[in-house]
């Protein structure tokens, strides 16, 4: 089993780094191509992750700076995201459990100057799936609560309707501008 508590090394971030969750990011892939795109890029990365809170299952993360002094709704999204997934066991002979569906509510602005807390409660996980809620706290009042849930990737159906006969494709159709 693979333990995803791993952090991703400052030193580490630049053109091509490990991201939260362990997989390589190419800054080029995200359209950074210059030296200022690979270090916006790398100062994202590092927002992202997460150090351990010291109890379990809690993680602390910081803010990247908004003109309006408030926490910008999708970091912290993503940050309780990638707190709930550090808390996953991946089995090694079925893969890692992926997002699939996510549900979060904004209760109340963020600083970006104050610490956020995540703390994260594992509501189930069974043969496949895996339910995580995480709470994103300030000043010990909620700021994001957010329900999760994860599943190993299988094979399933393929399915989507045929093309209507006679209808253009995308690249055949006029455009109205």
Avoid at 13 to 31: E, H, L, R
Avoid at 38 to 43: K, N, V
Avoid at 146 to 154: G, I, L, P, V
Wanted: charged residues 20%; proline residues 10%; without cysteine.
């Amino acid at each position: 089993m693979t333990d995803r508590s791993r952090t991703v090394d400052p030193e580490q971030v630049g053109p091509t780094a490990p991201s939260p969750t362990g997989s390589p990011v190419d800054a080029a892939q995200v359209g950074a191509s210059d030296d200022a795109g690979a270090a916006a890029l790398g100062t994202v990365l590092r927002t992202l992750d997460l150090d351990p809170a010291g109890a379990p299952d809690t993680f602390v993360g910081t803010s990247l700076a908004h003109p309006n002094g408030r926490v910008f709704g999708g970091q912290v999204l993503a940050q309780a995201l990638l707190a709930a997934g550090r808390t996953l066991v991946d089995d090694p002979d079925a893969g890692p459990r992926l997002p699939h569906s996510l549900h979060g509510y904004f209760l109340r602005a963020g600083e970006i100057d104050v610490p956020i807390e995540f703390g994260v409660e594992r509501l189930r996980d069974g043969r496949s799936f895996s339910a995580r809620r995480t709470h994103a706290a300030q000043h010990g009042a909620p700021i994001l609560s957010m329900t999760a849930s994860f599943q190993q990737e299988q094979p399933g159906i393929d399915y989507a309707e045929r093309m209507p006969h006679g209808v253009p494709g995308p690249e055949e159709v006029p455009t109205a501008l």
